[in-house]
């Protein structure tokens, strides 16, 4: 059923979406993402397995979610947002239910992977908002939405730590799957068609790639996400063995100290909110590099003079989440804006270059750790990582000085 881009009315599927209805699909996505990190040490145990295996059920989600983004954005674009985005929640369903009564580490990552198709809640949020609003309103608007969603990667491993040591690791599957099943019925009830220009084959639509390949900007703006974006997720991909191997830290305390990066980024999204319209996509991507720079030097310095309290690494991190709320808004919109018709291969595509990028980094900050390391050699590639998510954004505002911004460019 299209949808009139003019006016939104809540669960009428006549109409484009309410923003609630966006954050909580997208938030379904990190839930899935994060909900049972402070498990992974006990499920390591329970399926008689190594934490590095144990670990791919983050880094292989990833990868998974990287490889799965290519088809959800051009599919989106023939087909509309609206089914994909179903059929991508019915996936999640199948794949939580799997992991919840999986008696073996195979199976349970069989299930973990088939729970990728939830990604198009983020990827597909990104292209809805592109569909209803010009880019510096989508920066703004994507910046509310991820606002939002971010309460629910603040609250999910918190409650995932709770939940383990309640009831066991199922716990945290058994909540995600309900979660699963009232965001599907509110999708159904509430989710219009924004795609008005659906492209008419899927082969037009990768035929369609080299336009953004080619695209300099759309480098730069993927580039900046991939960097941003794999800091946090070098964090994921570490800090999980920093807390309970390293600081010995029960999963419902490790939970609570994932709080803190959740709560800056939740800060780092409503400053995008409030901000990105009115001094643009480039400085909020600059400013937001920054801010990840302040936190891992902070960690760094409190690492060297010796401060081993679970705070000290935890605490300057969060700043990492303000750092990506501000950036990742800005740079999502500017990635899906350089070809405006092809929002949801753009939001694909980018997508998995981010991801993919984020599952390398969180295997690579996961393996460099050990009990006799301590935090510096994930710090140090956390520090790399943000270098290069600095020099892509230089590059990018350095396309806009020379050719002008991008509303007024050609998109190269």
């Known amino acids: 059923m299209e949808a009139d881009l003019g006016k939104t009315r809540f669960l009428d599927n006549s109409t484009p979406p309410h923003i609630a209805t966006l954050v909580l699909a997208a938030g379904l996505a990190a839930m899935s993402m994060n909900i049972f990190l402070p498990s992974l040490a006990t499920m390591a145990e329970y399926f008689g397995t190594s934490y590095a295996v144990m670990q791919f059920a983050v880094s292989g989600y990833l990868a998974g979610t990287?490889?799965?983004?290519?088809?959800?954005?051009?599919?989106?674009?023939?087909?509309?947002?609206?089914?994909?985005?179903?059929?991508?929640?019915?996936?999640?369903?199948?794949?939580?239910?799997?992991?919840?009564?999986?008696?073996?580490?195979?199976?349970?990552?069989?299930?973990?992977l088939m729970q990728t198709g939830?990604?198009?809640?983020?990827?597909?949020?990104?292209?809805?908002?592109?569909?209803?609003?010009?880019?510096?309103?989508?920066?703004?608007?994507?910046?509310?939405?991820?606002?939002?969603?971010?309460?629910?990667?603040?609250?999910?491993?918190?409650l995932g730590g709770v939940l383990d040591d309640l009831f066991g690791w199922q716990a945290?599957?058994?909540?995600?799957?309900?979660?699963?099943?009232?965001?599907?019925?509110?999708?159904?009830?509430?989710?219009?068609?924004?795609?008005?220009?659906?492209?008419?084959?899927?082969?037009?639509?990768?035929?369609?790639?080299?336009?953004?390949?080619?695209?300099?900007?759309?480098?730069?703006?993927?580039?900046?996400?991939?960097?941003?974006?794999g800091v946090f997720f070098s964090f994921l991909g570490g800090a999980p063995f920093v807390g309970s191997v390293i600081l010995k830290l029960t999963p419902s305390a490790l939970g609570l100290y994932f709080f803190t990066m959740a709560a800056g980024y939740m800060l780092g999204n409503y400053l995008s909110g409030r901000y990105a319209r009115r001094f643009g996509i480039g400085p909020m991507m600059l400013s937001g590099n920054i801010v990840n720079?302040?936190?891992?030097?902070?960690?760094?310095?409190?690492?060297?003079?010796?401060?081993?309290?679970?705070?000290?690494?935890?605490?300057?991190?969060?700043?990492?989440?303000?750092?990506?709320?501000?950036?990742?808004?800005?740079?999502?919109?500017g990635m899906v804006s350089v070809r405006p018709h092809l929002a949801g291969s753009a939001?694909?595509?980018?997508?998995?270059?981010?991801?993919?990028?984020?599952?390398?980094?969180?295997?690579?900050?996961?393996?460099?750790?050990?009990?006799?390391?301590?935090?510096?050699?994930?710090?140090?590639?956390?520090?790399?990582?943000?270098?290069?998510?600095?020099?892509?954004?230089?590059?990018?505002r350095w396309i806009d000085r020379r050719e002008g911004s991008l509303g007024g460019g050609d998109g190269r």
């Open 66 to 112: 990287a490889v799965i983004q290519i088809a959800i954005g051009p599919l989106s674009d023939l087909f509309g947002r609206r089914p994909v985005m179903l059929g991508g929640i019915v996936l999640l369903l199948a794949g939580t239910l799997i992991c919840a009564l999986a008696p073996n580490i195979t199976i349970f990552m069989i299930g973990r």
């Open 118 to 158: 939830v990604v198009a809640g983020i990827v597909l949020s990104r292209a809805i908002v592109r569909d209803m609003v010009p880019m510096e309103e989508a920066a703004s608007m994507i910046g509310y939405v991820t606002m939002g969603m971010s309460l629910v990667p603040m609250i999910a491993p918190t």
């Open 172 to 229: 945290s599957f058994t909540a995600m799957l309900l979660a699963g099943l009232a965001v599907l019925l509110l999708v159904w009830r509430d989710l219009g068609e924004t795609n008005t220009a659906q492209s008419a084959s899927l082969g037009a639509q990768f035929r369609s790639w080299p336009q953004l390949l080619q695209s300099r900007r759309f480098w730069g703006y993927t580039l900046t996400a991939t960097f941003s974006s």
């Open 293 to 333: 720079v302040v936190g891992i030097g902070t960690a760094v310095v409190f690492a060297i003079v010796g401060i081993s309290h679970p705070f000290a690494f935890f605490g300057p991190l969060s700043l990492i989440g303000i750092g990506n709320g501000l950036t990742l808004p800005s740079a999502n919109a």
């Open 347 to 396: 939001s694909g595509l980018g997508g998995a270059i981010t991801l993919g990028g984020g599952a390398a980094l969180s295997v690579l900050a996961s393996s460099v750790l050990t009990p006799e390391t301590g935090t510096m050699p994930l710090l140090a590639v956390m520090g790399a990582t943000v270098v290069l998510a600095l020099a892509a954004t230089e590059y990018v």
